[in-house]
């Protein structure tokens, strides 16, 4: 049977508190303050869904080979490209092989839900092999809204496959039904909902326990009989009333996150499932919902394998791992709520030359060198000619992925005059683990956090954004190094 062989979580450095919120704009709607409680993770000024989402692939996939995986699907409401596949730009970055089946999904909040269970049936269908999940969202509340008191940023990515699982996936559940609570047209920027009664008491409330009752009754089980139900819903009172009719114990109903996290869009019932795990005991049957113009209903039990995770560096451990964002017109700055004078320097046109993109695109997606065959020699960028003056072998060169081998600092300066929406911009000299220097922005960091010779870890990002084409590109920048654990 085939099941969660992986699982990873991300949310960004930055917290923006609630508070900070209703200092600013409490005086438009003083109503905000009855949920002004907790804070709420916010993307930095070079983040977006995709790079989210590359950040929880390249956790998940720890520990795991790259080209073992056949399939990668995303899910987002909070895309990039209308056409463009963001799952092959997430693919490249985690340097999975092209010859893989990729899709991303949409249109609804239960879209992570979705691509979940299609990852479940690829691998379920191909004999066990390996589909990756990944599931990020980036949605915007205008300003003073209470949408922009609870979006929160965040991504999680699950790995599926047939060869030692944690959980066993055990059988499905779905509702699709046009119920409009919340909706962003195609050219709209902000969501839009219809008022909370209807939301809850004709959304959650009813869709939830239905789709519990299903999977139950197809299944020959009760909601007691599972250790752990994760669902989201952001409503207090609704998730009484849910776990009134199921018949839930609190402890079998695994935490929101709205406090420290806020409500992720798509990701967040795979990022409390990732929470879910922390937990679990071979044995626990948990039951993951998703929910958005209906439900998908999904039910795992966990195996003994589960116990190879406890050393895992664990979602938990991120919670403690932030910086606070205490200046709310920078949120704004950096969500594009807001225009701001960035001098001559920022109208600079970037313009991405995609034939040139397409040639190096494993150099610059996967931040793929090459080493030398003959001598052992490690470059960046992936080269013909071995640069080692001893050697200078032709077309000897083996592809190598730099992302997950780290670097020592060279050098590094702060620039004020840089055009950025974070300044100072920081960038520096590099020096790979195992040879090859390139130049890199640092990110998620200030000066005072650097010094020559510190270790770096490599980070997907935001390269630049072309606001006259509406592109993004993206390359890789550094960040101070943390300790990441094997898995057994």
């Known amino acids: ?63 795991f080979k790259p080209d073992e995986v056949e399939a990668l699907y995303f899910a987002t409401t909070t895309s990039p490209f209308k056409e463009r596949q963001c799952a092959n730009i997430i693919a490249g970055a985690l340097c999975i092989p092209e010859e893989i089946r990729s899709a991303d999904f949409g249109g609804a909040l239960k879209a992570g839900g979705s691509a979940l269970l299609a990852a479940l ?9 390996q589909a990756l999940t990944c599931a990020a969202d980036c949605r915007l509340g205008k300003a003073g809204s209470l949408q922009e008191m609870f979006f929160g940023d965040g991504a999680a990515a699950l790995l599926v496959g047939g060869e030692k699982p944690i959980a066993l996936f055990k059988g499905a559940y779905s509702l699709s039904c046009d119920f409009v609570d919340q909706l962003r047209g195609a050219e709209t920027i902000y969501n839009r909902q219809w008022e909370d009664r209807w939301i809850r008491d004709m959304g959650y409330e009813k869709l939830i326990p239905e789709v519990v009752t299903g999977l139950c009754r197809r299944h020959g089980l009760k909601p007691s009989d ?50 879910a795990f922390e937990e679990a005991s071979p044995g626990d049957k948990l039951l993951l919902v998703s929910y958005g113009n209906g439900c998908d209903a999904l039910y795992f039990e966990v195996t003994p394998q589960i116990e190879s995770f406890k050393d895992r560096k664990r979602f938990s451990d991120t919670l403690g791992q932030h910086a606070e964002l205490d ?113 890199f922005e640092f990110a998620d960091c200030t000066l005072e956090d650097l010094q020559v010779g510190g270790e770096v870890e490599f980070t997907f990002r935001i390269k630049y954004y072309d606001p006259k084409r509406d592109i993004t590109f993206y390359f890789w920048k550094a960040v101070p190094a943390t300790t990441e654990k094997e898995v057994s």
């Open 327 to 439: 200046n709310y017109t920078k949120y704004l700055t950096w969500r594009g709520m807001i225009p701001v004078e960035l001098g001559l320097r920022g109208e600079e046109e970037q313009v991405t030359r995609w034939s040139m993109t397409w040639r190096s695109r494993k150099a610059i997606l996967g931040l793929q060198g090459s080493r030398c065959n003959k001598c052992g020699t490690q470059q960046y960028p992936p080269q013909r000619v071995c640069v080692n003056p001893g050697c200078g072998a032709i077309d000897e060169m083996e592809p190598l992925s730099l992302s997950n081998r780290g670097g020592k600092i060279v050098s590094y300066t702060s620039d004020m005059l840089a055009a950025t929406i974070n300044p100072p911009a920081i960038y520096g000299n590099v020096d790979f683990n195992g040879g090859g220097r390139a130049m």
């Open 1 to 63: 049977m085939v099941g969660i062989v992986s699982y990873a979580a991300y949310l960004p450095r930055y917290r923006l508190n609630r508070m900070t919120i209703f200092s600013a704009m409490g005086w438009l709607n003083q109503a905000l303050i009855m949920n002004a409680a907790g804070e709420k993770a916010v993307a930095a000024f070079d983040e977006d869904a995709v790079t989210m989402a590359a950040a929880a692939g390249k956790r998940c996939l720890h520990g």
């Open 226 to 275: 599972f250790a752990k139900v994760i669902y989201p819903c952001s409503y207090g009172g609704g998730r009484r009333n849910i776990e009134r009719k199921l018949g839930l114990a609190p402890e079998q109903v695994e935490n929101d996150l709205l406090q420290v996290s806020g409500d992720t869009g798509t990701a967040h019932p795979l990022l409390m499932f990732s929470r």
């Open 121 to 129: 049936e690829f691998s379920s269908a191909n004999e066990g092999r």
